[in-house]
């Protein structure tokens, strides 16, 4: 009907020019007001069509994963990294109006990260994700804050005969270290931590005088194992001399604590973990834990005539205990 203005484009082929799409969502937004579009081709087919806010967008590319080697003579240090790089801005049109002429392609955020790389192969994973959020900053004006979140899997150099050798590495599967970057064109936070990383210890860990009701079947104990995969992350409010140095001593102050007092709960243990922490490495502000237990039941025994004094367990985890906790300089 050639009066209808709310009428859906189509090219002699039936489908619809992508031109008169997006002049047509121009004529079909009018302040929330809803207008009926009358058939579509030779469909009977009607809809309305209703404009509503936007209320908010993002988007990137995700599991862009790059491997780093700086080769520094014959001795070569290597980072791979799994990135999600994610920008806001400008991009309202492209949601509402069919509009793509302001919006970057997801595989053009992707080729960023790739030449990024390849300009410093000697940062490490602080520095590199600080520096591919700043990229984005630059390149487009059109956007206006960027988030950048890495994983990194660990390789660790091999040694022998007592000598670290320049080439060759094993991998660390225990954890994989995470870097958070939030940045706008007013500045940036920066976060690092760990995820997955897992650690236990088969005595001086207990759970006592807890609530207990009619619907409680749980047992006191002053002996048990102790396990969890922790994801771990702590805000940086100053820069350290080395971020990777100080990543270590902030996890071996989380196990030190963890390994050598007793722990009344989960809760107790994260809490002075992450006092530590922060007494440790004055440039985190604040250190988040969340940690799922990984339990270990004693296996009952006595149908073949035997004890257990807590020598012979089933691990499992699930269902599990998931205890979570922030601890900040206030």
């Known amino acids: 009907m050639p009066g209808n203005l709310c009428q859906v484009p189509q090219l002699s082929s039936g489908r619809i020019s992508r031109t008169k799409l997006a002049r047509w969502h121009e004529r079909c937004s009018l302040s929330g007001q809803t207008r009926r579009n009358e058939s579509l081709g030779n469909s009977p087919v009607e809809r309305e069509v209703s404009r509503v806010p936007l209320i908010k967008n993002r988007y990137g590319k995700g599991r862009v994963r790059v491997m780093r080697i700086h080769r520094d003579g014959e001795w070569h240090e290597i980072s791979q990294l799994n990135i999600k790089a994610m920008i806001e801005g400008d991009f309202a049109r492209t949601y509402t109006h069919a509009d793509n002429t302001r919006t970057v392609s997801t595989d053009t955020i992707k080729n960023v990260v790739n030449i990024v790389a390849r300009e410093n192969t000697g940062l490490c994973a602080e520095e590199f994700c600080q520096v591919l959020a700043r990229k984005y900053l630059d390149l487009y004006p059109q956007v206006t804050s960027v988030a950048i979140t890495a994983h990194e899997t660990k390789w660790s150099r091999l040694s022998f005969g007592g000598k670290p050798h320049p080439h060759s590495f094993v991998l660390d599967s225990n954890g994989k270290p995470t870097v958070e970057v939030s940045a706008t064109r007013e500045g940036s936070t920066l976060a690092s931590g760990v995820d997955g990383f897992t650690f236990m210890k088969s005595t001086q860990s207990g759970w006592e005088d ?8 749980l047992k006191e104990t002053d002996d048990r194992i102790c396990a969890t995969s922790m994801a771990a992350s702590w805000k940086w409010s100053a820069k350290p001399q080395n971020y990777p140095a100080t990543n270590a001593r902030i996890l071996a102050t989380l196990l030190e604590v963890f390994g050598t007092t007793y722990s009344a709960s989960v809760q107790d243990s994260l809490y002075r973990m992450g006092e ?35 020598d012979v ?3 499992t985890d699930e269902p599990h205990g998931q205890i979570e906790c922030t601890v900040g300089r206030g």
């Open 276 to 310: 530590a922490a922060l007494d440790a490495v004055p440039e985190i502000s604040e250190i988040s834990m969340a940690c799922p237990n990984m339990h270990f039941i004693p296996i009952n025994l006595s149908a073949f005539r035997l004890d257990n004094n807590n």
């Open 313 to 315: 367990f089933l691990p």
């Open 210 to 217: 807890y609530l207990k009701d009619p619907y409680t079947t």
